[in-house]
């Protein structure tokens, strides 16, 4: 099968769609100019510097028929667009009683590791988790983003894709014919039987060559990608800990209140699952610190193998 | 300028329409028998009605917390907006809006927006469909001075005006956001000196004077019809009621000069010159008084007498299905 890169697997689920719908259109403060070349000026947008307008933009044109793929860049630029995003197009929907639909993708880079200091290096999927009304995916590979987005551009509400940019340029088969990820399917990216490692966004990645070192060691490791947080395939993660009986949660995102408290929430709340617990869950997030700026401290501050290693390893110790 | 016999009965009934919906509200709100925020657009009524009587179901308009005016302006079924206040199941956001949010997409109303100035950004969204779909329709949005003073104004201005959009901006400039007079708060003073910073076409008028309302915007519509680019109208006017129901909020504004916008009432005002005129008789006025009435115990009885909707009911539409 072919190769792509993770961006390249994005942007072909967006020229489908867009071949097909003509009422689709792109919003972003940079040209791109695949896009307009294929699409038009009317169409392919740029937009001023003004996050929070063009968001905006998009909710009116949902409300007016038309899907808008809304480029905010990176998650930080995001909360520039805050009231948009939380006050209307999360709950435009259910405040006006479902009488119309507002389809909109919201895609933003998330994550650590290319020196770009605390105000472009966040992952803050949970703060949205929080928030009734939008979905949340987090695509990890080129075969995923592509399946995942396209999903997105069928679907009648918001969506927010977070996209980690240490992601972009990982090559990664990719099917040439038409294909869909349903919301909600969670992927298990490494089967074991020892250690329930969930992991999110680029941090599976991690998990899994963790998971290969430890395998040396006799421990076997399964990976749960969860490709979505809302909605979050539950029971795929609920069957995967009842079979090993013990929890690692990753993720790269501030561990307070993060998404990795949710899923040992749900674990630790389901009766069948906790009374099979062999020891107690374990989380391995980022630091509760803004993002550093020089590269000890910015690796210091996020998930990595060895930490992951290290927390599967005090699990199995647990037993 | 004379107004067509009928286009003034329009008018005129729309306008009395609107503050008879708007008395009925307040007045079931201070009885107990309403909850929430509930901003009345009495005093304001020349406003919506004039811009909207140039709009078709094919224009799209974004309306702001005292948006009931433009909603019965645009065309929205008075006994679901009623039921949505309230908060029936047979309302038009299905109890889950209430006064503050009620739309009907099926005539171009998206919604009534309560946070300040960000029904901008959104109407630049529908201006920009309108443009794409290239029928000559429009969009219009409805703001007041407060939301001159939001970042969400001027990056909507910017928009509108770089990408030529067909947006009519309608600025209600009642004077004041809540009691803060909007003297203190914009320190570009005259309002329309902000659009004419982003190359657009303004125009103040009188916002109690539906004629004159009237008048502009269909000559602001026109253009935009036109492919002019975007449009801004100013209509200086002022609220009666505080900003919003209440027994506790209090009023600052000076009283002798809310008394004296009373003696400017917009719908007083038009009924006096359509008499003087003889456009309508005081036989006529009567009949549309009586019309406006039973249509207003209609949608008050439509209300209390729809049901309640089921607590459960909470749990629908989160997201589209």
């Known amino acids: 099968m072919r190769e792509i890169t993770y961006d390249q697997a994005i942007m072909e689920a967006i020229q489908e769609e867009f071949r097909r719908d003509p009422r689709t259109v792109h919003l972003s403060t940079d040209l791109d100019a695949e896009l307009t070349r294929e699409f038009g000026s009317d169409r392919i947008r740029v937009t001023p510097i003004a996050e929070n307008s063009f968001v905006g933009a998009s ?59 605390a105000e472009h290096s966040v992952s803050p999927y949970s703060m949205y988790m929080n928030v009734p009304g939008l979905k949340i995916i987090l695509p990890t590979t080129p075969y995923d983003a592509k399946g995942l987005v396209k999903t997105a551009l069928r679907d009648k509400n918001p969506v927010v894709a977070f996209e980690h940019v240490g992601l972009g340029c990982l090559e990664g088969e990719v099917p040439e014919d038409e294909y869909f990820i349903p919301f909600g399917r969670a992927d298990i990216k490494r089967e074991g039987t020892d250690v329930t490692v969930v992991a999110l ?55 307070t209140c993060g998404a990795a408290a949710e899923i040992v929430a749900l674990v630790t709340a389901d009766k069948a699952a906790f009374s099979g617990l062999k020891c107690a869950p374990n989380r391995v997030c980022g630091l509760d610190v803004p993002i550093p700026f020089s590269p000890p401290m910015e690796r210091y501050a996020v998930p990595d193998r060895a930490k992951i290693v290290e927390a599967v390893r005090d699990v199995m110790a647990g037993a | 300028m004379t107004l067509e016999r009928q286009t003034a009965i329009e008018l005129y009934t729309t306008m009395l329409t609107i503050r008879r919906f708007e008395e009925r509200v307040a007045t079931e709100f201070y009885a107990g028998r309403l909850f929430g925020f509930i901003h009345s657009y009495i005093g304001e009524e020349a406003i919506a009605t004039g811009v909207c009587r140039h709009l078709t179901d094919a224009d799209r308009i974004v309306s702001h917390h005292r948006g009931h005016g433009h909603c019965i302006a645009k065309g929205a079924d008075m006994n679901r907006m009623m039921a949505e206040i309230y908060g029936k199941k047979t309302g038009y956001c299905k109890g889950k809006g209430g006064s503050m949010h009620i739309a009907d997409f099926s005539i171009g109303m998206l919604g009534a927006d309560g946070i300040v100035g960000a029904g901008l950004p959104i109407a630049t969204g529908a201006a920009m469909a309108a443009q794409l779909e290239n029928k000559g329709n429009v969009a219009a949005v409805f703001f007041g001075d407060g939301a001159c003073q939001e970042g969400e104004f001027h990056e909507a201005l910017n928009l509108a005006a770089i990408w030529k959009l067909p947006l009519l901006f309608v600025c209600e400039n009642n004077h004041y956001g809540v009691n803060t007079p909007a003297d203190y708060s914009l320190a570009a003073g005259e309002i329309t000196r902000m659009p004419e910073a982003y190359h657009i076409a303004s125009r103040v008028v009188y916002g109690n004077d539906v004629e004159a309302v009237h008048e502009a ?60 005129r003889g456009v309508l008789s005081r036989a006529d006025l009567d009949r549309i008084e009586e019309g406006v009435l039973a249509q207003v115990e209609e949608a008050y009885r439509f209300a209390i007498e729809s049901p309640d909707p089921e607590p459960e009911d909470a749990l629908e539409d989160v997201y589209s299905l």
């Open chain 1, 59 to 117: 909710i009116g044109l949902a409300g007016s028929g038309y899907r808008t793929v809304a480029n905010i860049r990176m998650a930080t630029f995001g909360f520039v667009a805050m009231d948009q995003l939380m006050n209307h197009a999360a709950k435009i929907t259910y405040m006006f009683g479902g009488q119309a639909s507002f389809p909109v993708l919201y895609r933003m880079t998330v994550g650590a590791g290319i020196c770009g200091a």
């Open chain 1, 201 to 255: 966004a680029k941090m599976v990645h991690e998990a899994t060559t963790a998971a290969e070192e430890v395998a040396k060691e006799g421990i076997s490791v399964e990976v749960v990608d969860p490709r979505t947080l809302v909605p979050l395939d539950g029971e795929t993660i609920l069957t995967s800990v009842k079979k090993t009986g013990r929890l690692v949660v990753v993720d790269e995102a501030c561990q």
């Open chain 2, 217 to 276: 915007a269909g000559e602001a519509v026109a253009a935009l019809r036109r492919g002019e680019g975007p449009y801004f109208l100013e209509c200086t006017t002022y609220r009666w009621h505080k900003h919003f129901l209440s027994d506790q909020l209090e009023d600052l504004r000076p009283p002798e000069e809310l008394e004296s916008w009373k003696k400017k009432c917009p719908v007083a005002a038009f009924e006096a010159a359509l008499l003087e």
